[in-house]
């Protein structure tokens, strides 16, 4: 299953399938800002040699998200790259799949229908998440049956995270398919191949 997006090129920049020198420095900070927020560091500084590692992540990623063929669609803010990352994937629905869904933390229950043209999805904004240190995040899951189709929105920056809400929104929208049909509303009827 691959991923298609048609997402508004004045607000997002896409990471995905950008080579060389065309989205480096989105890239970069992007990737950037990714490392520092896992090595926990505050405000988005991360430890010594981070800028190499992500210098090096961002001449990888390409390669490594051309290789995925569509199964994983990533962008950056326009604006300022260093303030959100979203990351679309879709992954087989296997048992394992099924079962980590099933026993994710009880605050991951806080979730909202987020009806779009993949189905009535989920959403879940974790503006305060419980865990230290951790930046907020937004992720959109939409269940196809087959396939678990995700987007997960993170933010660095707790006090201007509520100002993206429905960008990301629009962003989520934007994400369909590849081969399926466009029509009306988010009410369609996907059938299998015969």
Known sequence: MRLISSADPELWIPITG?????????????????????????NGAGRRGSGVGAWLA?????????????????WTWKAEPELV??????????????????????????TENFATALGVGEKL??????????SPFATYTWDTGTHL??????CPDRERFGT??????DLARSIRIAGDETHGGPDVLRLPPA
């Open 18 to 42: 950008s080579l060389g020198w065309k989205g480096r420095r989105h890239r970069k900070a992007a990737i950037r800002m990714l490392m520092s927020r896992q090595t926990g560091a505050p």
């Open 58 to 74: 961002s001449q990888a990623a390409p390669f490594a998200m051309r290789k995925a063929d569509g199964r994983v669609l990533a």
């Open 85 to 110: 990352v979203a990351i679309a994937t879709t992954q087989t629905l296997t048992p394992q799949v099924r079962m980590a869904r099933a026993s994710m933390p009880m605050e991951y229950d806080d």
């Open 125 to 134: 904004v974790m503006a305060v998440p419980s865990t230290p240190g951790a």
């Open 149 to 154: 189709i995700t987007l997960t929105a993170v």
């Open 164 to 169: 993206l809400e429905q960008p990301l929104d």
